[in-house]
């Protein structure tokens, strides 16, 4: 049987940081990612089959057969693969989200971490205040920001003051020069967007080449930060770190309240490394799952529920003249007036343009009312708007709900003969009212802009989850209503940490990455200074 | 094959309606019936299309045609409006109106799709409306 000294579980944004911590602290370090490592040339850049539209299948795991999970939704519930509505993937890789995220780097704001004291508790909702605040995190958000290489401009006016970000930030496009003039219009202040991409060579590796594709999709530069071309190669440069891909965790052994080990599925059988430490990171769907299998971290009741993601606000409009420069990423400019202090709903979030929008999504998902899906006129609809399309959106800040939860299914089970995961719930109404509220400044930030005509799809209750799920193991000081302590451990297990988005008691009105990582470097900063 | 000939005559009337030729070709000139050869396929949807397909053939029928395919095109055009919005006159043995949306969801799809899916040759969509990879 291998011994190590800590076992991290996923290889993302808050794993990988976390293997590469211990890795550098001189712990032996067992990294297990469900996943592939996956290189530019093995991406098809099929617009069909990627992490933002995934019609088909998806350009990382997890394989479409074997790893179901089942979805509930209006009472009914259905059997849903990886690449369907419902399943709420993240990607399997290494690097997981962070290998074709946008990468947008994002501080979450101090009152982010405060909601239940800002706002109070509306009923039927599980908000709470983080049991730490925005100064005990800043540190590591620095860590972050240079560790794994972040590009942008100052701070908005409505964030403390921090340090400069390594690289300067991406160009203004078409698109952010006339959100940027309109803006001004409204009296808005605004600053780019900033992403964990590289705008310079930078740690050998080139600079951003502003194509088309980035979110979604793996970089042709290498320039996109993630961990699997930052923090995991310096891991294993240090000797200490073992990589296992495609590499399962199966279950957390405990004896006694105290974890041994974890047993793994990989190249075809099931086998057991013992540790001191386990570092789960696995996404907050599926971390929570791996933790009600291992029988660990259900005292509360809370392991699975308050799961959260980002209802996203957002509003489109056409221009007068032709208004796409094709200049990738595509996101360059953002405003934070709206993160909090907004009369008559609970929080907010940060609005922003957008990725540069790719035709099929265009064709599938931004018509206007009166445009038909078919014919001519939807031909010429194409053909004649979208070099003139531009829009407004951005990430709001949920209001959890307890049930909207993860849970283990009776029935169907997984390729290893596992419960998979059950998703139920939806989100709070006071989530869709704020998401409601943000439409509306989007619209307005357009019409602002030039944009004669807007429109905006409305939002109802459904599962919020995605690419930014969160809050399955929400971190609290009172075990009777919280999942780990503010040190990432799981009341009742000693060396048991959690440290990915599932710890965020809420998820902030930003996109989340940034705060994976830095919670991951002080969560495992926290293990290696107690060990 | 999994559609007769004349399945596919219907079929590539359907798409060209779809996404009709102007200065631009139309789906099927562009690879969409390949595509779509491939998803239906994929997704086990095969009974939907061939219900769907006779579907709109008897359709045509009632509204004095031989075939969808033979009808003239306005007709074809008023025919797709009635079962879009699922006011049919024929025996359907699948649901019209969603048998219809998801032939147009997913015809566009391969039209607008990237090359690599058999589709849009020479980026020939992406040229029409102006979108331009360069990197």
């Known amino acids: 049987m291998s011994r190590y000294d800590a076992i991290v579980i996923g290889s993302g944004a808050g794993g990988g940081v976390a293997a590469y911590v211990l890795a550098q602290a001189g712990k032996k370090v067992l990294l297990l990612e469900q996943g592939k490592w996956l290189t530019f040339e093995d991406e098809p850049r099929d617009h069909l089959r990627n992490h933002r539209l995934s019609r088909y299948g998806h350009n990382t795991g997890p394989d479409l057969d074997g790893h179901p999970r089942v979805f509930v939704e209006n009472g009914q519930e259905r059997t849903v693969q990886p690449h369907q509505g419902g399943y709420n993937a993240i990607a399997a890789a290494v690097g997981s989200g962070t290998l074709v995220y946008g990468g947008q780097a994002w501080r979450f704001h101090p009152l982010d971490f405060k909601m239940a004291s800002t706002y109070g508790v509306p009923a039927g909702s599980s908000l709470v205040d983080w049991p730490i605040e925005y100064e005990d995190l800043a540190p590591f958000y620095h860590r ?18 921090r340090p400069t970000y390594p690289m300067h930030a991406v160009p203004l496009t078409e698109k952010g020069r006339l959100l940027h003039a309109g803006a001004e219009k409204m009296g808005w202040k605004t600053q780019p967007v900033p992403l964990l991409i590289n705008t310079a060579f930078r740690d050998g590796r080139r600079a951003c080449v502003a194509c088309q594709h980035c979110v979604g999709f793996q970089c042709p530069s290498n320039a996109k930060n993630g961990t699997q071309n930052t923090v995991i190669p310096k891991a294993l440069a240090t000797g200490n770190l073992t990589l296992l891909t495609e590499a399962t965790a199966l279950k957390i052994e405990s004896q006694d309240g105290v974890a041994t080990g974890v047993t793994y599925f990989h190249e075809g059988a099931e086998k057991t490394a013992t540790c001191e430490v ?13 933790l009600m299998l291992s029988d660990l971290g259900g005292g509360s009741g809370h392991l699975g529920r308050n799961l959260q993601g980002h209802y996203y606000a957002g509003a489109w409009g056409v221009m007068s003249d032709p208004v796409w420069d094709g200049v990738g990423p595509g996101v360059s400019i953002s405003t934070l007036e709206f993160s909090h202090g907004n009369e008559g709903v609970i929080g907010g979030g940060m609005l922003a343009d957008d990725f540069v929008m790719l035709p099929l999504s265009y064709a599938k998902g931004y018509r206007p009312p009166e445009v038909p899906q078919w014919g001519l006129a939807h031909k010429h609809w194409m053909r004649d708007t979208y070099r003139r399309f531009i829009q407004v959106t951005g990430p709001v800040h949920e209001i959890p709900n307890p049930e909207a939860r993860v849970t283990l299914d009776p029935n169907v089970t997984d390729m290893f003969g596992r419960p998979v995961a059950r998703l139920s719930g939806v989100a709070h109404a006071e989530t869709v009212r704020t998401t409601r509220f943000l439409t509306q400044r989007a619209a307005e930030w357009l019409r602002a802009a ?16 995605g690419q930014h799920q969160a809050g399955t193991c929400r971190m609290g000081d009172d075990p009777k209503s919280s999942v780990v302590d503010r040190d ?7 060396n ?11 998820n902030g009105g930003f996109n989340p990455v940034l705060t994976i990582m830095a919670m991951s470097f002080r969560t495992t900063e926290g293990i290696v200074n107690m060990w | 094959m999994v559609f007769d000939e004349a399945e596919l005559s219907t079929l590539r009337a359907l798409i060209d309606r779809i996404i009709p030729e102007d200065d631009f070709p139309s789906a099927s000139a562009t690879g969409v019936i390949g595509f779509l050869l491939g998803v239906v396929a994929f997704e086990e949807r095969t009974d939907q299309y061939r219900l769907g397909l006779a579907g709109l053939n008897r359709e045509a029928r009632l509204a004095g045609g031989g075939s969808f395919s033979e009808l003239p095109i306005a007709d074809q055009d008023s025919l797709l409006s009635r079962v879009e919005q699922g006011e049919v006159s024929a025996e359907w043995e699948t649901e019209p109106a969603a048998f219809f949306r998801l032939a147009a969801e997913q015809a566009i799809e391969g039209y607008y799709a990237d090359p690599g899916n058999g589709v849009n040759p020479g980026g020939i969509a992406w040229e029409m409306i102006g979108f331009r990879v360069t990197a």
């Open chain 1, 144 to 161: 972050a920001e240079w560790e794994i290489g972040v590009a942008g401009g100052d701070p908005a006016p409505q964030m403390p003051a």
């Open chain 1, 496 to 506: 048991v940490f959690v440290a990915d988005g599932s710890v965020h008691p809420t």
């Open chain 1, 488 to 494: 990432g451990r799981l009341h009742g297990t000693p």
């Open chain 1, 450 to 465: 030039g944009s004669e005509q807007v429109w905006h799809r409305d939002h109802g209750q459904f599962l919020s989850g």
């Open chain 1, 278 to 290: 386990v570092v789960v990171a696995a996404s907050a769907v599926e971390s929570a799952r791996l």
